[in-house]
């Protein structure tokens, strides 16, 4: 009788998912634990994050006086507060930087007031390992989920990471 197992045996298939500053977290891990990671997905990645100059309209200087910035959390659908704390972290990484191999898959709304068009689409054109998808959207990309879930799917579980559906 042979033995089966509930999971194959060899290196872990992990995929990163993240949204926003999840998406700059996402980068970093996988920047630092490549041999872990199979492919990124990112959905207007915060990729500058630790360069900002101000968050909300508040600048930096005024943010790191009050220790804490209230921003609208779009997960909650509300304010909560940030502290400083979370900037100041932040700083010690870098996405610009990062040297990733993994395939990527990002989607990129035009209209996003919280994360610059250019600097995701820049980020994502020096990198051939990327699939840039930029999408007549906001930050929240609401308006482009079917599209972005039928992306997904084919980038994680059919053929070639270069292939793209029409937008």
């Given at each position: ?6 999971v194959?045996s ?27 990671i199979?492919r990124?997905v ?10 900002l100059q ?6 930096l ?6 220790d ?19 900037y100041?972290?932040?700083?010690n990484?870098s ?6 191999t993994?395939p990527i ?11 610059s ?9 020096s ?11 906001d930050?929240q990309l609401?308006?482009?989920?079917e599209l972005?879930?039928?992306?997904v ?5 059919s053929?070639p990471?270069h ?5």
């Open positions: 009788m042979t033995e089966r197992r509930a194959p060899g290196p872990p298939s992990v995929t990163l998912i993240g949204s926003s500053l999840g998406g700059f977290v996402a980068v970093n891990a996988a920047a630092a634990w490549p041999d872990s199979d990124v990112l959905l207007a990645p915060a990729l500058d994050f630790n360069r101000d968050l909300d309209g508040v600048r200087d005024e943010w790191k006086r009050m804490r910035l209230m921003v609208f959390h779009y997960g909650y659908g509300r304010m909560i507060p940030v502290r400083y704390e979370l100041t972290d932040a700083c990484y996405c610009v930087d990062a040297s990733l993994m898959q990002i989607f990129q709304g035009r209209r996003d007031t919280a994360v068009p250019d600097s995701v689409q820049s980020w994502a054109q990198r051939p390992n990327v699939e840039l998808h930029m999408l007549d959207d930050h609401t308006s482009s989920l972005i879930w039928r992306n799917d084919r980038f994680l579980f053929g990471h292939q793209q559906m029409p937008e």
